[in-house]
T-cell receptor, first 114, second 115 residues
Framework: AQTVTQSQPEMSVQEAETVTLSCTYD???????LFWYKQPPSRQMILVIR??????QNATENRFSVNFQKAAKSFSLKISDSQLGDTAMYFC???????????FGAGTRLTVKP | DAGITQSPRHKVTETGTPVTLRCHQT?????MYWYRQDPGHGLRLIHY???????DKGEVSDGYSVSRSKTEDFLLTLESATSSQTSVYFC??????????????FGSGTRLTVV
């Protein structure tokens, strides 16, 4: 079974600075997807960014980018120019290609301080 | 926002009582999912559906049943609620590509407390 590990239960960053959230996963599959979801205090789950394993280029969405290291099975999220609205739980998730079971890590609680 | 709603948003129930949570979508998506969220575990899949009357078990399906009689509605039932089922329950939907292409769209969650 696939497992997703987020080793940082909590992190904090000063407003306008950069922070990196770590995620590692375990799989024997070669084709899969990786995701980062944000959950603010409102409880809504919001897709931040996704990566397809066959693509070597790291995904980027505005201030959010990933460092995808397939051989190391690592998928970290970098948030640049952190804003107060980035305060949230962040979940890393894995899904095999053509599958219906998205596996989530335990989450990292990020606090952006003014 | 995507057309997915969950009801109720909060519920408190007693041990041993049946509980049904509802997920309703207006996106006409084929795939629907029920997850539970617990501290230290992230989200875990309970059941999912790939069409009307087509459902399958997920990682933590014991004690739960589901039904999908219409494309837009996916019901999660706890036949006899236990305290271990106190959790936040999320419904999610995905369209083409089984969620890989675009990820899942989640509802706003139901906080269930079993006392």
């Amino acid at each position: 079974a696939q497992t997703v590990t987020q080793s940082q239960p909590e992190m904090s960053v000063q407003e306008a600075e950069t922070v990196t959230l770590s995620c590692t996963y375990d799989t024997s599959e070669s084709n899969y997807y990786l995701f980062w979801y944000k959950q603010p205090p409102s409880r809504q789950m919001i897709l931040v960014i996704r990566q397809e394993a066959y693509k070597q280029q790291n995904a980027t969405e505005n201030r959010f980018s990933v460092n995808f290291q397939k051989a190391a099975k690592s998928f970290s999220l970098k948030i640049s120019d952190s804003q107060l609205g980035d305060t949230a739980m962040y979940f890393c998730a894995f899904m095999k290609y053509n599958n219906n079971d998205m596996r989530f890590g335990a989450g990292t609680r990020l606090t952006v301080k003014p | 926002d995507a057309g997915i709603t969950q009801s109720p948003r909060h519920k408190v129930t007693e041990t041993g009582t049946p509980v049904t949570l509802r997920c309703h979508q207006t996106e006409n998506h084929r795939y629907m999912y029920w997850y539970r969220q617990d501290p230290g575990h992230g989200l875990r899949l309970i059941h999912y559906s790939y069409g009307v009357k087509d459902t399958d078990k997920g990682e933590v399906s014991d004690g739960y049943s589901v039904s999908r009689s219409k494309t837009e509605d996916f019901l999660l039932t706890l036949e006899s609620a236990t305290s271990s089922q106190t959790s936040v329950y999320f419904c999610a939907i995905s369209g083409a590509g089984q969620g890989g292409d675009y990820g899942y769209t989640f509802g706003s969650g139901t906080r269930l407390t079993v006392v």
